[in-house]
């Protein structure tokens, strides 16, 4: 038996709240609760919030995710198109930044048949690096992700902060831009 690593993953496992109480959609809910940092919600902006892919495929693998609540991209409005759009092009940004990858994987589930587990709208963004795909995950089905999603929350927090109209409250907020 081959074991994996990795010990930061126990606050996770012993976390006290492991199912947060979700009403409806937990992208409508979870960034406008005020705990920023607890629910990785990195960015945001009118129209937008950016928030750490809490499984992530890569370290970085965040999601863009517009506040119109609808599965189907044709439906944004478009003020929440634009917003959408211009927060992805900060999320390279501050993905290049904090991050250095070679490259990005950048897409959206839409519809029933793509995989997609959650019914709104969202734009996954995955660093990306040369050789980041190892015998690992061909041969025994096994990702390794090597930064702990606090360090890497704070690493992108810092790098979006660092962007022209970043306004910063603090370390545990939101990154927002107007």
């Known amino acids: 038996m081959q074991q994996v690593f990795a ?3 126990i606050e996770w ?3 006290e709240d492991s199912d947060v109480e979700i ?3 937990v992208f409508c809910e979870l ?3 005020g705990a920023d ?3 990785l919600v990195v960015a945001r902006n009118d129209h937008a919030v950016v928030m750490l892919n809490n499984y992530p495929y890569n370290p970085g693998h965040v999601m863009v995710i517009p506040d119109q609540h609808t599965a189907d991209y044709r439906e944004l409005t478009d003020e929440s198109l634009l917003g959408h759009a211009r927060l992805k092009q900060r999320t390279f940004d501050a993905l290049e930044t904090a991050l250095g990858p070679d490259g990005f994987n950048a897409g959206l589930n839409i519809g029933e048949g793509s995989g997609g587990s959650i019914d709104h709208l969202h734009t996954h963004i ?3 690096w040369q050789g980041d795909t190892n015998f690992m995950p061909v041969l025994s089905d096994t990702k390794v992700i090597v930064e702990a999603l606090e ?5 992108v927090h810092d790098a979006f902060a660092e962007q022209d109209e970043a306004t910063v409250h603090d370390s545990d907020t939101a990154v927002s831009f107007e």
């Open 151 to 155: 360090d890497t929350y704070e690493r």
């Open 31 to 33: 960034p406008n609760r």
């Open 7 to 9: 010990p930061w993953r």
């Open 23 to 25: 009403e409806d959609c």
């Open 126 to 128: 995955v660093p990306r």
């Open 13 to 15: 496992v012993e976390r």
């Open 37 to 39: 940092r607890e629910f």
